[in-house]
């Protein structure tokens, strides 16, 4: 058997030290779930792969995309001393709470996908996932959508300065706004967002008008899926556009956003896939780029993310999933949702006439799309 390209996971226990509150839907519980389950079906102990514990990213880092006023704010909300601006900057919502420690823990994120960065950038591995990333919402000076630092923005900020040229894909249910407007003008990133429709669901952005502008222009790519997508709907809109736009790009380096809030459990959204089809997903992103970053996103059914990650990680490793979830994993989880069974789920599949309207709105959207971008990439 072949041994498949070297591969990091970032990880640290460190993460279980920040939480957003009690009610709030992002746990990081997730993260660690995650860990223990890949550890368990025995994926970190593959001879091509390594688990590196990241350090927060510097401010000197951060400033490659985020403003120097909102860090300050940031460090100030950290610190409990948010001032009654705070607010202007997205902080104090529902959304996006002052919590102790959310400076440390948006740092550490952002130094872990720069971890996986340096690592995927240098050679020293081909793939690196960074479960905790995938930041997607916020802006250079705004909090948006749990998320405060945008890691994804900050690391293709950074491989830009460097010359690269980077392809980035979000499969997140929600639009990825933040990197999209990051990097609306330019023709080095080309980026690429599937999603729920923003007519249904947050931001209320990610229509296949916002193209990008100036050389930017047929650079931002976006899927809008309706609201009751299945498996066939999302897999036939990520295969139809996805793959030969980034083929056509051509990047450097590939940065995926791999949130699974697309899955019909998932509290927060309406569309319903399974694991099946997200790992289905993956296995397609694997094919498109050498150099591949991974980085987590939403994700609110703590026992599927786990599921989905651990997959997409051995997907990542030229692996698959095991077939069963590991008895002693389930032997620490039972208590947490998990239960006997397969590790991965059936498919999620809709009929009848509301699966007719799906597939009318899915394809005009992409026929729309297709005549619109294809034809600036040369197909
Ligand atoms: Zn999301």
Known sequence: MSLGPATAFIYTPRYLEFDYGPGHPLRNRRLELTYDLISASGLLALPSARCLAPEPATDEELLLFVQPDYLTMLKAADAGQASATAFRYGLGTGDNPIVPGIYGWSALVAGASLLATRLVESGEVGRAFNISGGLHHAGPAKASGFCYINDAALIIADLCRRGHRVAYVDIDVHHGDGVQWAFYDTDQVLTLSI???????????GFVHELGEGKGEGYSVNVPLPSTADDEIFLWGFNEVIPPLVEAFRPDILVTQLGIDTHRTDPLSHIGISLTAFAQAVRSLKGLCPRWIALGGGGYDLTNVARAWTAAWAIMNDREPPAVLPEPFLARHRGNGFSDGAFMD???????PTKGHAWKAVRSEVERLKRMVFPRHGI
Not at 195 to 205: A, N, Q, R, V
Not at 346 to 352: L, S
């Open 195 to 205: 999603h729920e429709s923003g007519s249904t669901l947050f931001p209320g952005t």
């Open 346 to 352: 059936g498919p999620a599949v809709i009929n009848g």
